[in-house]
């Protein structure tokens, strides 16, 4: 079992939706989390940052950590065309360990 | 945006060819990464650097090879390419203690 779980989709919404993107982690350890938008043939970019449970936002976007189920999301709301990207996960435990990733859903936002 | 460079961003070449991919960051980022990534799928760690002189492989086993010589440049080299080195190669490069990784526009690698 992967450390940090994510539904790959693809996930299509018309523009202007409020697209919401999980991820289920098991490593009770984890206390910094994070959200990179990948888009097609690029680096992935940092999008969120947050450290343990609550809300972070930061214009359109909103990212919720709720560490006593394990589950990560983040919020797009007004989704645009330019959404259109894979959205990666991943969460690290502090110190020398390294950051996981979850493996990505691949989000359309449809004109 | 990022300050963290890859070249070549495209790679064809033949098989049997020793090729080096370049990375380099002007952070000051001690840590910095691998990741190997097919088109759609998942980041694989390949190889990754605590500092100066310090090289560790990742989750994937790969038959290239990485230096850390200078902070700011960590290359990636591999000896003799074969076409399932095809891929996408990611570098990334953090900061302690938040590990928001910053990641390069990639190389392309095609070895026919």
């Known amino acids: 079992q992967k450390e940090v779980e994510q539904d790959p989709g693809p996930l299509s919404v018309p523009e202007g939706a409020i697209v919401s993107l999980n991820c289920t982690y098991s490593n009770s350890a984890f206390q910094y989390f994070m959200w990179y938008r990948q888009y097609s043939r690029k680096g992935p970019e940092l999008l969120m940052y947050?450290?343990?449970?609550g809300n972070k936002e930061d214009g359109r976007f909103t990212a919720q950590v709720d560490k006593s189920s394990k589950y990560i999301s983040l919020f797009i709301r007004d989704s645009q065309p330019s959404d259109s990207a894979t959205y990666l996960c991943a969460a690290h435990s502090g110190g020398y360990q390294k950051v996981t990733f979850g493996t990505g859903t691949k989000l359309q936002v449809i004109p | 945006e990022a300050d963290i460079y890859q070249t070549p961003r495209y790679l064809v070449i033949g098989t049997g060819k020793k090729i080096t991919l370049e990375c380099s960051q002007t952070?000051?980022?001690?840590?910095m990464y691998w990741y190997q990534q097919d088109p759609g799928m998942e980041l694989h760690l390949i190889h990754y650097s605590y500092g100066v002189n310090s090289t560790e492989k990742g989750d994937l086993s790969s038959e290239s090879t990485v230096s850390r010589i200078r902070t700011e440049h960590f290359p990636l080299t591999l000896e003799s390419a074969r076409p399932s080195h095809t891929s996408q190669y990611l570098c990334?490069?953090?900061?302690?203690?938040?590990?928001?990784?910053?990641f390069g526009p990639g190389t392309r690698l095609l070895v026919l």
């Open positions: 947050t450290y343990s449970s």
């Open positions: 952070m000051g980022h001690d840590k």
């Open positions: 990334a490069s953090s900061e302690w203690p938040k590990e928001t990784q910053y």
